[in-house]
């Protein structure tokens, strides 16, 4: 999937471990992307590379590496998740961005590319989005673009030795134009100034979204 900031790419260890284990281990505040997934940060690249390697072989979800455009260097990543075809259902989930790439034109590409891939390319009917609870960033980056809160799972998991409960979000089918031309808009050159800084608030502009279904 290609953007004019980013590309994904199915994740290739052999091609983009390197830049990966740099990008999340890089040093302290690479490390905090690893703070409420499941897994990680590994104590060296060994681990690390068995974890990109078991991502990348699950027939049960798809894992994309986000490449910087400019540079080709990887930046990032993001699965689609709970795959259900007959249901057409699917998820947006396990992202993480490098503190290179967190709040840019280019980390809201990447997850739109996937969004459109999803609900456009591939006709899902619901988009998912679930994190922990707790997780504050991850709760305003849905709703920042565009999904809706439908409720909290108390006690769903044990991670990391810890309960986890979790935040559910969606986008439905009749929903995303909507969803994605106020997309587009905001990441439209007419949006940012000569600088490079946007000119409007993404989050304001799915406000009513989110207001609809408060969290």
């Known amino acids: 999937m290609n953007g004019r900031f980013v590309r994904l790419e199915p994740t290739d260890p052999a091609a983009h471990i390197n ?9 302290a505040d690479a490390r905090k992307v ?18 990109v390697a078991d991502a990348a072989a699950r027939l049960d979800r798809i894992a994309f590496t986000i490449l910087d455009g400019p540079s080709g260097r990887a930046c990032g990543m993001a699965q689609f998740m709970d795959i259900q075809p007959k249901a057409g259902v699917i998820e947006i989930g396990y992202i993480w961005f490098s503190p290179a790439l967190q709040r840019t034109r280019g980390a809201t590409e990447a997850l739109f590319l996937m969004l459109c891939h999803a609900m456009d390319d ?22 920042r673009l565009g999904f809706r809160f439908e409720g909290i799972f108390y006690n769903h998991m044990i991670v990391k030795g810890r309960n986890r409960d979790t935040a559910w979000y969606s986008i439905l089918d009749d929903e995303w134009p909507e969803v994605r031309a106020r997309i587009a808009a905001w990441l439209d050159d007419e949006n940012f100034d000569a600088d490079g800084r946007a000119l409007s608030s993404l989050s304001e502009r799915m406000a009513d979204r989110a207001s609809a279904c408060p969290d």
């Open 19 to 27: 830049t990966l284990y740099e990008a999340s281990h890089g040093d």
């Open 34 to 51: 690893w703070d409420y997934l499941p897994d990680g940060p590994w104590p060296d690249r060994a681990g690390f590379a068995a974890w």
């Open 122 to 143: 591939l006709a899902y009917r619901r988009m998912q989005w679930r994190c922990n609870a707790l997780n504050a960033k991850s709760r305003a980056a849905a709703r």
